[in-house]
């Protein structure tokens, strides 16, 4: 799986993507992280990316050039996955841009995005988001594109967004979680109490205790009572 991430802040991706899980992930090769600097698709001399919006109205919105510059560029790189013929498979590549009105992003989503494609390329808005044209260039392109929102919040920008979805779509690619039961899906949900040593955790003369039945021994019993502490 590649990811490429389209931004006007690339060192905000810097620290979480390069640790723990994620970082042992590239390391191996099982997935490709390329962040986009969009400034440096500009020909303004000043590497503006932005501009006041048509009609009127507060904020900027990111210019249609620069971008249409990077994803062509990115879409006709020969260091792409299936790359054949100068030419990507368009139904294993996924263009996503983060939007407030887009589509809720979710375990599912997740999930289809790990098994159905391995590209994804993200665009990061930011300000008062990017210029509408830009789905249609890409819909030209012959590429899919999706609006995804990861929550209903509205945040400065997608930046955020796009280490979610990668932190969400890697955990389903094999080999990239230690045990495949470390997915939550493949446990008991999210919720369940986990407990580790010590066995009492003694604090200001108050005992604080493991449950008994996670120290019997008894897979069944153990089993019973995680699933009974699932959260619906």
Do not use: C
Request: glycine share 8%; aromatic share 8%.
């Amino acid at each position: 799986m590649r990811f490429d991430i389209i931004t006007i802040f690339p060192e905000s991706f810097n620290s979480y993507l390069n640790e723990s899980i994620l970082k042992r992930a590239q390391k191996k090769g099982l997935i490709q992280i390329k962040i986009h600097d969009l400034r440096n698709f500009t020909k303004d001399p000043h590497k503006k990316v932005d501009d006041r919006p048509y009609g009127g109205g507060p904020g900027m919105v990111i210019k249609i050039e620069p971008l249409t510059r990077v994803i062509s560029l990115i879409l006709k790189s020969k260091t792409l996955p299936r790359y054949q013929a100068g030419k990507i498979q368009k139904r294993k590549t996924q263009v996503v841009l983060f939007s407030t009105l887009g589509k809720q992003f979710d375990q599912k989503i997740a999930r289809d995005f790990a098994k159905k494609r391995d590209r994804i390329i993200m665009i990061a808005g930011h300000y008062e988001g990017v210029d509408e044209r830009i789905k249609s260039v890409v819909r030209d392109f012959g590429f899919k594109i999706q609006e995804l929102s990861i929550g209903p919040y509205v945040l400065t920008g997608g930046e955020l967004a796009g280490m979610v979805l990668v932190d969400a779509v890697s955990r389903h690619i094999p080999g990239v979680l230690g045990k495949e039961e470390s997915l939550e899906e493949k446990r008991y949900g999210a919720g369940v109490p986990v407990y580790t040593r010590p066995e009492i955790f003694l604090w200001k003369n108050k005992k604080y205790k493991t449950p008994k039945v996670l120290l019997s021994g008894d897979h069944q019993k153990i089993e019973q009572w995680r699933k009974g502490h699932i959260k619906a």
